[in-house]
């Protein structure tokens, strides 16, 4: 046999088998590059919603991972309130005016929300953008999200370096959620069984387990609600309630004598503002998000600057001074006419004047500057210690200091507004210069001195009312001065003069009404009070800023 016919049969024989090794490996890549083409042919876009939901939990399991960090420690904070006390530090003075007109007491519930749907609105888009393959937005959204909390919670006012911690972990939660979702929201190649007969195996499709999805991401939703939860009872170890709570009421050397009967409780007075502004209904105006948190056990009022002797006293100590009682009406800077950011109260505390004399003020200092435990400031004139009796406040209409309105100590000082005095969860008293040092509000445009104006307001009747007899009642303050007289005018006709209520001091309001036999129509209704000095409330209108609002509180009402 030639050599080609001896190779012939042999060459065939070795070329089918060849083949049957090869063909598994050949459909096995086959196969892998047709799952390759399926998948760089498909262009996979999940629903918006989809991505929206990734987002929002993302966002939400990195805040309740921040707030359950920031029940570890009293130092710690939830990142939401860092940032929101950075814009309250921040806000232009416009915007500051804006939020107390338009929301008054509840201005910081305002700016919580509108940090949450700042936040939620941004998970959102960046949501979106990460489960449909832009990765790299969710990563970096994260990061700027830890950069910037843990800049507003380690630096700046209260604020501690080891407060970062709760804004980077928060980050790292998002941002890991946020590529899980974009993980989960990716489809998966399923294999397709081939039919019978069918001459080759069906390319694999791209299949989406959106019962996955839906079932994991509300399993993560539940569970982050649960980790915020646990993480706000942590942080409420730290509550100051709690230490308030085992505080008995301060007692003064010699207690006032039980307030007279109250107009306000008359049924024609209705709707009058009491004679001593209960503690639920008194307003709260302050640059604070939260609470600060003090523990009695460490919490010193430290007497210092200025002069001769530096003190440093406990809780006890103040409580073993000499107390005073006093009924003393304080106001905010921002009550515009006619509002309600003012309020009566019986306090009781120490007189500032004799703790500043034991210090030893010294000749060179001309302010007396209060520093908050949250580090907000508020100075006023050492001149001011004039006799009046401004005190360290511990307590309020018969109870320990209630937490919101400053516990443990604040300094309460007649005749100036708020902003420029009333410094609550008081921490430091310093002796400085005007020249040397300003209060958190005056850089911010607001006067450095600010003395309480004449007010007046109109507390009835409201919008409507029914023809006949009724009273026109309401509240006037011009405290240190007193207020001697208060007119009310309905329409163009002569000024009436107005009943005086109970005085309990010059550094007070006063209630006052008018009887009024209302007749049908529209009519308009105006206040004017003169202080004890003699001096008519001026009608000239001006804004609360930079130091106090005046004019003639005007309002108008139908009688039917």
């Given at each position: 046999?030639?050599?080609?016919d001896?190779?012939?049969p042999?060459g065939d ?9 090869t063909?598994p490996r ?12 399926a998948e ?13 939901l ?6 939400g ?12 420690s009293?130092n710690?904070?939830?990142p ?8 309250i530090?921040h806000?232009?003075?416009w915007?500051?005016?804006f ?7 509840s ?9 949450l749907?700042v936040?939620a ?11 449909r ?6 990563i970096a959204f994260a990061t ?5 909390g ?8 209260n604020?501690?370096?080891s ?6 972990v928060?980050?790292a939660?998002a ?7 974009a993980?989960?929201?990716q ?7 081939p039919?019978p007969?069918q ?10 387990d ?15 609600m ?17 230490e308030?709570a085992g ?9 006032l004598?039980?307030p ?7 049924a ?8 001593i ?15 600060p948190?003090?523990?009695l056990a460490s919490?010193?009022l ?10 440093s ?14 009924d003393?009406?304080?106001?905010c800077?921002?009550n515009?006419v ?15 004047d004799?703790?500043l004399?034991e210090a030893g003020?010294?000749s060179s200092?001309d ?8 580090g ?10 004039d006799?009046r ?18 516990f443990?100590?604040?300094?309460i ?7 420029v005095s009333?410094v ?9 210069r ?9 850089p911010?445009?607001w006067s450095?001195?600010g ?9 009835r009747?409201?919008?409507r009312?029914?023809?006949g ?8 303050w011009?405290?240190?001065r ?10 163009d ?5 107005a ?9 007070t309001w006063v ?15 105006r206040?004017?009070?003169t ?5 008519l ?9 930079p130091d106090g ?7 108008r009402?139908?009688?039917?």
């Open positions: 046999m030639s050599t080609s001896s190779e012939h042999a024989a070795a070329e089918p088998q060849r083949s049957d090794k063909a050949a459909d096995a890549r086959k196969l892998m590059a047709e799952i390759k083409a760089a042919a498909a262009v996979h876009h999940p629903p918006r919603w989809w991505g929206a990734v987002g929002i939990v993302a966002a399991s990195g805040l309740a991972v921040g707030e359950f960090v920031a029940g570890f009293r710690l904070r939830s939401v309130v860092s940032v929101g006390d950075r814009v530090d806000v232009p003075k915007m500051k005016d939020a107390i007109r338009n929301f008054g007491t201005d910081k519930v305002v700016l919580i929300w509108t940090i749907a936040i609105i941004a998970a959102v888009l960046v949501g979106i953008a990460t489960v393959g832009r990765r790299t937005v969710g700027a999200f830890g950069l910037f843990a800049l507003c919670s380690g630096f700046g006012r604020t501690h370096i407060g970062i911690f709760p804004s980077l928060a980050a939660v941002g890991g959620v946020l590529l899980w979702g993980q989960l929201a489809p998966r190649p399923v294999p397709v069984v039919r007969r001459a080759k195996a069906a390319p694999p499709v791209l299949v989406v959106r019962r996955r999805f839906l079932a994991t991401g509300g399993a993560l939703a539940l569970g982050a649960c980790v915020g939860v646990i993480g706000r009872n942590l942080q409420d170890r730290f509550n100051s309630a709690i308030r505080v008995r009421p301060p007692t003064a050397k010699q207690p004598p039980a007279p009967a109250d107009p306000s409780l008359d024609d007075n209705k709707g009058l503002a009491a004679l502004t209960p503690i639920n209904n008194f307003y709260r105006i302050d640059t604070a998000i939260s609470f948190s003090v523990s919490w010193r430290k007497v210092t600057g200025l002069v001769d002797k530096p003190l006293l406990s809780f006890d100590d103040i409580m073993s001074r000499e107390l005073i009682e006093r003393i009406t304080i106001s800077v921002s515009e006619g509002g309600d950011l003012v309020g009566n109260a019986r306090w009781v505390g120490c007189r500032l004799d703790l004399r003020i010294q200092a302010q007396v500057m209060g520093e908050s435990v949250d907000f400031t508020a100075g006023f004139p050492v001149s001011l210690l006799g009796d401004a005190m360290i406040a511990i307590g309020m209409n018969g109870e320990a200091l209630p937490v919101k309105n400053g443990p100590a604040r300094i000082v007649p005749g100036i507004y708020g902003y009333a609550k969860w008081l921490s430091e008293i310093r002796l400085t005007f020249a040397d040092e300003e209060g958190y509000w005056i911010r445009g450095a001195l003395p309480i104006k004449t007010q007046s307001r109109i507390d009747p409201g919008g009312l029914s023809a007899a009724t009273h026109i009642a309401g509240v006037a011009a405290p240190t007193g207020i001697s007289k208060v007119e009310v005018q309905v329409d006709a002569d000024w009436l003069p009943t005086l209520g109970p005085v309990l001091s010059e550094n209630q006052w009404w008018v009887k009024w036999d209302a007749p049908s129509g529209k009519h308009q209704i206040v004017r009070a202080d004890g000095n003699g001096d409330q001026t009608d000239h209108p001006a804004d609360v800023a609002a005046t004019g003639w509180h005007t309002i009402v139908t009688v039917a």
